[in-house]
C-alpha cells in the first residue's frame, strides 16, 4: 500500500510524518511517498493535497499533469484528504479571489469556498471544536484559511466555528480548512486511513 502526499508546496513534511506515525499506532505497514510528477497517483491508495498557496498549487497540478490523475483517482474511489489550500483545490466553485487569478480548481467536491475567510498570515490562530468524526473536541491550526460557503446535498458538513463550514465529506473525499499536521492529535489522520484501508 502507498499513500502519496501532493509535494508541491505546503506542509508536506509535516503530513509524511503525520501518516507515518498514525500507521505506526495502528501497527500497520504502508509506503507514504512525496508526489513530485505524474505517473506517482495511479499506484496510491490514498492521496493528501496539503496546504500552501492555492493559485500555485492548481497551476503545478495542471502543468504536471497530477490533476487529471487525482481525477481520476476519485472515480477509482480513492481516498482524497485536502488541507487549507487542499480544500479549496477539491471544490467546485471558489470566490471572486478564485476567479480573479483564474486558478483551476479540480471540481471534485459540490462546494464553494471562499479563499482567505480568516484573514491574512498575521491572523493565523489555533481553536479548538467539535468535529463530528470525533468523540472530543480537536484543536486546529488556522493559517490564512479558507471556508465552504455552501456545498451540495451530497456533501457531509464535519465542523463549523463560528458557525462557518471548516470541515467537510464528500464520499471518499475529505476537505478541512485548518492544518491536522500541525498538531500532534492523530485523530483525523487515523480517520482518513481508516477510509484508505477499508477501500
Known amino acids: 500500500m502507498k499513500i502519496g502526499v501532493i509535494a508541491i508546496q505546503g506542509a508536506v513534511s509535516e503530513h509524511i510524518d503525520a501518516l507515518r506515525r498514525a500507521l505506526t499506532e495502528r501497527g500497520v505497514e504502508a509506503e507514504v511517498v512525496a508526489i513530485k510528477q505524474k505517473g506517482v497517483v495511479p499506484e496510491c491508495g490514498g492521496i493528501v493535497i496539503p496546504g500552501g498557496e492555492s493559485t500555485t498549487l492548481c497551476r503545478m497540478l495542471a502543468r504536471e499533469g497530477i490533476a487529471e490523475e487525482i481525477k481520476d483517482a476519485v472515480t ?103 492544518h491536522p499536521e500541525l498538531t500532534e492529535d492523530l485523530r483525523i489522520h487515523q480517520y482518513f486511513l481508516d477510509k484508505v484501508f477499508d477501500c
Not at 88 to 98: F, P, S, T, Y
Not at 142 to 157: L, T
Not at 161 to 176: C, S, T, Y
Open 76 to 178: 477509482r474511489e480513492v481516498p482524497i484528504l485536502g488541507t487549507c489550500a487542499g480544500l479549496i483545490v477539491l471544490a467546485k466553485e471558489g470566490d471572486e479571489q478564485v476567479e480573479k487569478t483564474s486558478q483551476e480548481l479540480l471540481g471534485i467536491m459540490d462546494t464553494k469556498v471562499n479563499r482567505n475567510a480568516f484573514g491574512r498570515q498575521r491572523d493565523s490562530f489555533e481553536a479548538e471544536f467539535e468535529v463530528e468524526i470525533l468523540d472530543s473536541p480537536f484543536t486546529g491550526v488556522f493559517i490564512r484559511a479558507p471556508r465552504i460557503v455552501s456545498c451540495g446535498p451530497e456533501v457531509r458538513v464535519l465542523s463549523r466555528l463560528d458557525d462557518l463550514i471548516i470541515a467537510a465529506e464528500q464520499e471518499n473525499v475529505l476537505a478541512l480548512a485548518f
